[in-house]
């Protein structure tokens, strides 16, 4: 599923009004579905003119299919950057080449780190965490006190973090959203300690907005009533 969301996160800058932020999540190149699946979503994805691309981790199931980056994430490019984090899949594999070959296609790592972007005259601070499989949770006490703070997290579980921590927009992937949806029950299962209450879509822990996306495809890539998911964002300012 391809769509286009709105969302108004109390804080964003009137000038940015209307910036797209694309979310990608959740790939799991493992060889069930081939590459030219995925080179078939990153075409579609570079054609959504988004103004900044985040990736929220498990990108391989399969070592060898670091093959296959250049043709897919490596296509991809955007006006105020490429972001990316790692999830537990990349984790049980060999996680710094991972991180390497992604990076060496132009992508910014933002694991257990915040950068800062200038854009309209205001500031964006971008975090990332892997938490609790690798790694640290950013430390934003450093970015300026009016920064509009993103966070990447492959979890949604960190919601609470977040919250406490004045995070404006947080982007996770991890739960599929719950990959099998059952009429009137809902989602089956998710792999949260909150069950399947994030499994997917938006929620708001003030003054935290969080966007859980149901990934692209997953180690089994079975799914029913609960379709694959690559969103654009749409910020929209309330001032």
Request: glycine share 10%; charged share 20%; with cysteine.
């Amino acid at each position: 599923q391809v769509s286009d969301k709105v969302s108004t996160p109390p804080r964003l800058p009137a000038r940015w009004d209307g910036l797209s932020i694309l979310h990608l999540s959740d790939l799991h190149f493992y060889g069930t579905l081939d590459r030219k699946f995925f080179e078939e979503v990153t075409d579609i994805a570079a054609g959504m003119n988004a103004d900044i691309i985040t990736f929220t981790g498990d990108l391989l199931d399969n070592q060898e299919l670091v093959d296959w980056l250049p043709s897919t994430l490596g296509k991809l490019s955007a006006p105020l950057g490429c972001y990316f984090i790692l999830g537990n899949h990349d984790w049980y594999l060999n996680p710094d080449e991972i991180r390497q070959c992604v990076s060496d296609l132009g992508w910014h790592d933002v694991a257990g780190r915040t950068t800062c972007i200038e854009h309209e005259g205001h500031t964006l601070a971008i975090g990332g965490t892997e938490r609790p499989w690798m790694g640290s949770h950013p430390d934003f006490s450093s970015v300026p006190g009016d920064a509009f703070r993103l966070l990447l997290s492959h979890t949604p579980d960190h919601i609470g973090w977040a919250s406490e921590h004045q995070i404006d927009l947080m982007l996770s992937g991890h739960n599929h959203g719950g990959q099998v949806v059952l009429p009137v029950f809902g989602p089956v299962y998710a792999p949260s300690r909150f069950g399947t209450r994030d499994a997917g879509g938006g929620f708001w822990e003030g003054p935290t907005l969080l966007y859980v996306a149901r990934g692209i495809s997953g180690r089994h890539p079975l799914r029913w009533r609960c379709p694959p998911e690559l969103t654009k964002l749409v910020l929209k300012s309330n001032k």
